[in-house]
């Protein structure tokens, strides 16, 4: 089982959908979380980090429930250049490497 | 600002040669990681580095060199390639005490 468990979809939604990705990870002690996106056949890019407390980026809400080990993305008014795959990613603590879930493949279309 | 480059971005070798896939950074990030990409499992570590001169290995580090001589570089060596390391390889790095990371643009290296 790997650490880091992600559905893989993938979601299809049209432009101006509601999505949401969720995420599970089995070591508690894992430190820090993050949401990276990955667009075909380029590097993943760091969208946004994930706390206990929620946190929001514009049309991105990102959440973290340390008790459950469950982290979860939402994307708000989907537009057609979020099509992507979504990586959840934890780390055990800063400087050791980040460990990723297989990704979650969104396409939104119009 | 050229941030973390990676060199070539393709490379095609044959069964059995030795390959290096060079990494170098300009922000003086501590940590410097290598992952391989593959369909079906995603993004897996080779190998880390915490500064120069200490490197730990990875989830799949089997036939995989890693130096760090210098803090901006972390290149990767193939000893004798394989079809199996035909693969997406992406180097990272993050700041002491930091825990994100930031990607190079990849090597796509397919070994016949």
């Known amino acids: 089982r790997k650490e880091v468990e992600q559905d893989p979809g993938p979601f299809n939604v049209p432009e101006g959908a509601t999505v949401a990705f969720n995420c599970t990870y089995s070591?508690?002690?894992?430190?820090?979380f993050f949401w990276y996106r990955q667009d075909c056949r380029k590097e993943p890019k760091l969208l946004m980090s994930?706390?206990?407390s929620g946190n929001e980026d514009g049309r991105f809400t990102a959440q973290l429930n340390r008790a459950s080990q469950y982290i979860s993305l939402l994307i708000r008014d989907s537009k057609l250049s979020d099509s992507a795959t979504y990586l959840c990613v934890v780390t055990h603590q800063a400087g050791t490497a980040l460990i990723f879930g297989k990704g979650t493949t969104l396409s939104v279309s119009s | 600002d050229a941030g973390i480059t990676q060199s070539p971005r393709y490379k095609i070798t044959e069964t059995g040669r030795q390959v290096t896939l060079m990494c170098h950074q300009t922000?003086?990030?501590?940590?410097m990681f290598w992952y391989r990409q593959d369909l079906g499992h995603g993004l897996r570590l080779i190998y880390y580095?915490?500064?120069?001169?200490?490197?730990d290995k990875g989830e799949v580090p089997d036939g995989y060199v890693v130096s760090r001589s210098k803090t901006e570089n972390f290149p990767l060596t193939l000893e004798s390639a394989t079809r199996s390391q035909t693969s997406v390889y992406f180097c990272?790095?993050?700041?002491?005490?930091?825990?994100?990371?930031?990607f190079g643009q990849g090597t796509r290296l397919t070994v016949v």
């Open positions: 070591n508690s002690a894992s430190q820090s």
């Open positions: 580095s915490a500064a120069a001169d200490i490197t």
């Open positions: 994930v706390y206990s």
């Open positions: 990272a790095s993050s700041e002491q005490g930091r825990p994100e990371a930031f």
């Open positions: 922000w003086s990030h501590s940590y």
